[in-house]
């Protein structure tokens, strides 16, 4: 490999405390890491992990790191090793800090919800109510760009918080929709029907990564309408494993509520890697 080596000065780092994150967590397992980031301060979302490494070795180079960086609002850069170094990104443009949350420069809304570890759907939630249940608290901006869907910024225990396992996880060895349908049947709902996408339409959809592009879904909706159905939403999660993916999609209370919705009666599941897609619709 060609260029000068890089020294730990240069690491490129906004956010300390992922930069913290990846050096004691990501850069040691490769494993599920299911809620640890909480256990350094860190309740980001969805982070977006990539890695780069030399085949061979030998140390990366500044040349090896040319042009590698976090995708998102903020990140870290992070050297593992002399022949390794990470990125994290996250859509949130600052760590989560209850007293000076502020999201006007980047967000004209935000919601927050509160979703209990056992069962059931969202609940709005307001900074500072006191909650019995344990479970979760989730932050989403609606971003002032007006073509793009509401973004999850954080997730917060509450009490206990989630439980580290996934629900139902003998349906999940099953796959993904038989897991899907095994919580909607814990929550009495029906089970949904396997649906039909083009292959160009998956293509589109698996194309814009956590980013819910309206263009797209509005196209989708108007597809769907042309065939006797209506769009009822979509989950977007990333995650290095199957259990991984599902815990978040029951432990995000927007996630969880699409899942769980009572009119709902078909989906269909993009996988693309690390970033699955459910689509959700209803037979009009």
Known sequence: MQGSDIVASEIVSSRPDLERLGRELFCKSSGEMWAKPWEFGVFDAQLSIQSVHTSDGSKLTADDLAGFNYTGRSGAVVRCSEDKAIAIG???????????????????????????????RKNPYKIGQKIRSDGVVSVTCWPLDRNKGPELWYLMPV?????????????????????????RQREGQAPLKVGVLTPKQIKSLAATGLVHQREILLSLKQEFEQKGFSF??????????????????WNSPRHRDLLLHPEATHAVLIDDGELTVVIVSKKA
Not at 96 to 106: G, L, N
């Open 90 to 120: 996250v859509a949130a443009p600052k760590p989560w800090r209850q007293s000076r949350f502020d999201a006007t420069p980047w967000c004209r809304g935000v919601r927050f919800d509160f979703v209990d570890r056992d069962r059931g």
């Open 159 to 183: 009490g206990k918080g989630p439980y580290r396992g996934v629900l139902n996880v003998e349906a999940l060895e099953r796959g993904l929709f038989t897991w899907i349908n095994s919580v």
């Open 232 to 249: 009822v939403g979509e989950d977007r999660v990333i995650g290095r494993s199957l259990p991984e993916k599902a815990w978040l999609l």
